[in-house]
């Protein structure tokens, strides 16, 4: 027997990378990122109002101003603010050329092409000009896994498909003569098989996986079990009764067993073992062990 902090050792030095590719970003949820993403230009690309408002220099001072025009988001200021002037603006325009303090509309008095601005609080409600991010920064470092906001990121600087790992195909085989379907009245002296959708939710975010089960049979486990996958998942048959063929089974395809014990309550008949760039793991039957083992050790592989 093994302590867990030698098991995840084992692990993560047992496990090998899977390849890059280009990865679109309606499927790159859940991913992750195989390079560094840097920002292609300055965010915000200039001097920017926080506030619907209106912007004067910056050594203005509260009285009248005359409302010398209007810059609404996504237009380019077509001339300088002078002294004495003042332009209507909203938020997430662009500051024109003198501007430098965004007055709330709340403080603003307006008649005509003449406004009033009262109070000038010491915040200047501007976002300034790369503030955010400027050409080069690195953004999302190698190693990101990607959720919304990090996709969202990737869109605003318009990396489209970038390089990210390749979703592994994972395999699970939940073995026992005495499993039924979880649709299934059992009949009496069996059980419903649970761990296949547990384990399904808990690696939803991996989006490739396989299940299927398998009665207590080491030929048609070692069949299914040859399958293509990069993660192989066998549950029940962990222990070392007559009818727990998990390592057996692997054995016989190939793989070298790392471990088969760990010093873990429950989870401890925990097995892993490798055959070239796979892994693969015989986890113990109960539902809670499952549960335990894929938060300490099949996650990490998984990732």
Not at 9 to 33: D, F, K, N, Y
Not at 106 to 124: H, K, Q, Y
């Amino acid at each position: 027997m093994i302590s867990l902090t030698e098991a995840r050792r084992i692990i993560t030095e047992s496990v090998q990378p899977l390849h890059t590719c280009s990865i679109p970003l309606a499927a790159a949820q859940g991913r992750v990122l195989a390079e560094d993403v840097a920002a292609d230009a300055f965010y915000p690309s200039g001097d920017r109002s926080m506030m619907d408002g209106y912007v004067v220099r910056d050594d203005a001072e509260p009285g009248e101003f005359r409302v010398a025009g209007e810059i609404q988001a996504g237009m380019i200021p077509g001339q300088a603010l002078g002294r004495g002037e003042a332009f209507r603006i909203f938020t997430g325009a662009l500051l024109p050329e003198g501007g430098g303090r965004v007055i709330m509309q709340e403080e603003a008095e307006r008649s005509g092409d003449r406004v009033t601005l009262r109070n000038f609080p010491e915040r200047r409600f501007i976002r300034p000009k790369g503030s955010e991010a400027k050409p080069g920064d690195i953004i999302l470092p190698a190693g990101t896994r990607l959720g919304a906001p990090e996709l969202a990121m990737l869109a605003q600087v318009g990396r489209v498909a970038p390089q990210g790992v390749r979703a592994p195909l994972i395999r699970h085989i939940a073995t026992g003569g005495e499993l039924t379907g979880p649709e299934e009245i059992p009949p009496e002296g069996m059980i419903r098989d649970t761990n296949s959708t547990l384990l399904s939710a808990l690696l939803a975010e991996f989006t490739n996986i396989h299940s299927s089960r398998c009665g207590d049979d080491l030929a048609a486990l070692a069949s299914i079990a040859g399958e293509p996958c990069d993660l192989l998942l066998i549950s029940g048959g962990a222990s070392v009764g007559d009818y727990d063929f998990g390592a057996e089974a692997l054995r016989r395809l190939g793989f070298t067993i790392h471990f088969n014990q760990v010093n873990l309550r429950p989870g401890k008949p925990l097995t892993f073992a490798t055959r070239g760039a796979q892994a693969a793991f015989v986890i113990p039957g109960n539902p809670v062990s499952h549960f335990v083992c894929y938060h300490v050790a099949i996650r990490l592989a998984a990732e």
